[in-house]
Nanobody, 127 residues
Framework: VVQLVESGGGSVQAGGSLRLSCAAS????????MGWFRQAPGQEREGVAG???????TYADSVKGRFTISQDPAKNTLELQMISLKPEDTAMYYC?????????????????????WGQGTQVTVSS
């Protein structure tokens, strides 16, 4: 059984930082493709960062230069380092295992290609 469990969410002021972690069981994160998605109230869930077998990453334009996705094979976790947080980053953040694209990385941000979801962790950024 595959389980993804997020942690690290919380409340910070604008300009602050948070690091999210996603612990995986029944799934080896370093050989797969994974992503972080987020959903704000009243909005659709959107992909913010994706990683393909520890080698290639992709980011939504809204978070480029501020978010960094990585995989830790020793811990079997997916990480998301977030800096310079903005109020518009406020959302529930979800870890996901994604179908690996044959070419490119753009589909890592496509929620229709998600195989497994975590339960989510809340990130709130105040101005």
């Amino acid at each position: 059984v595959v389980q993804l469990v997020e942690s690290g969410g919380g409340s910070v002021q604008a300009g602050g930082s948070l690091r999210l972690s996603c612990a995986a069981s029944g799934f080896i994160v370093s050989v797969g493709c994974m992503g972080w998605f987020r959903q704000a109230p009243g909005q659709e869930r959107e992909g913010v960062a994706g990683i393909k077998r520890r080698a290639t990453t992709t980011y939504a334009d809204s978070v480029k230069g501020r978010f960094t996705i990585s995989q830790d094979p020793a811990k079997n976790t997916l990480e998301l380092q977030m800096i310079s947080l903005k109020p518009e980053d406020t959302a529930m953040y979800y870890c996901a295992a994604v179908v690996c694209p044959t070419y490119g990385t753009l589909s890592l941000l496509d929620r229709e290609r998600v195989i497994y979801w975590g339960q989510g962790t809340q990130v709130t950024v105040s101005s």
